[in-house]
């Protein structure tokens, strides 16, 4: 345990935070403790962006890295999947997204022992012809490196999230955040479907049980 003075604000502004909470406040020493080999993960409920200009400015990025991820484990028909960036690096060039695919093979490797990942591109259509300038880029990058510990699946669909068609799926962070925030929405909203359907279905046994009681 830590004690520290300054606490990250939800409302504040990444190069705010950095400023006012560089080497003083909670969140910076944890990511520190991270950098200095105290501790091996950092875990923060905080704000997001701090957390990410933080982290960029003390621990630096990965050999030929330019921009970070933000990766979530996605659960899929088929089990999880992992989906890269949903919310670091907006509007990620082609070079980036070559990097995030290459970043989350690593880590489906790491977290689900798998040889050779499957990676997809999340693109508008699965056609090579389909899709924004950077992504159809990134694609013919991925195709011609011919990664010798990646499966390159080409491009993949919105739909395909939630099947789990390939084991990593790549796209820029406002793309993918939207997508997350998305499928957290269509979740809650079918939790609440289902719990009124269940709601109304036993008050209607009740009220069968209560007429049924009333006229025996």
């Known amino acids: 345990m830590v004690d520290c003075e300054i606490a990250v604000g939800m409302e504040e502004k990444p190069s705010q935070a950095l400023r006012r909470g560089r080497n003083v406040s909670s969140m910076w020493r944890a990511i520190e403790a991270v950098r200095d080999n105290e501790t091996d993960a950092a875990v923060s409920a905080g704000n997001t962006g701090a957390l990410m200009a933080m982290a960029m400015f003390c ?24 989906v890269l960036d949903i919310g670091a690096t ?58 010798d510990n990646l499966n390159y699946a080409g491009f993949v669909e919105g739909d395909d999230l939630g099947r789990g068609t390939v084991d990593v799926f790549v796209v820029e962070g406002f793309t993918g955040n939207i997508a997350l925030k998305t499928a957290e929405g269509t979740a809650r909203q079918i939790a609440e479907y289902l719990r009124s359907a269940m709601s109304r279905t036993l008050m209607s046994r009740i009220g069968y049980l209560l007429r049924a009681a009333r006229f025996a």
Request: overall charge negative; charged content about 30%.
């Open 90 to 147: 907006i509007g990620a060039d082609a070079k980036q997204l070559l990097d995030f695919a290459l970043m989350g093979g690593a880590m489906a490797r790491a977290l689900f022992e798998l040889k050779k990942p499957t990676v997809g591109l999340l693109n508008v259509g699965v056609e090579e012809v389909k899709g924004v300038e950077q992504v159809k880029e990134a694609g013919k990058f991925l195709r011609e490196a011919d990664i």
């Open 59 to 82: 621990l630096k990025t990965m050999p030929d890295i330019d921009r970070p991820a933000i990766a979530g484990i996605w659960p899929t028909l088929r089990g999880e999947s992992i």
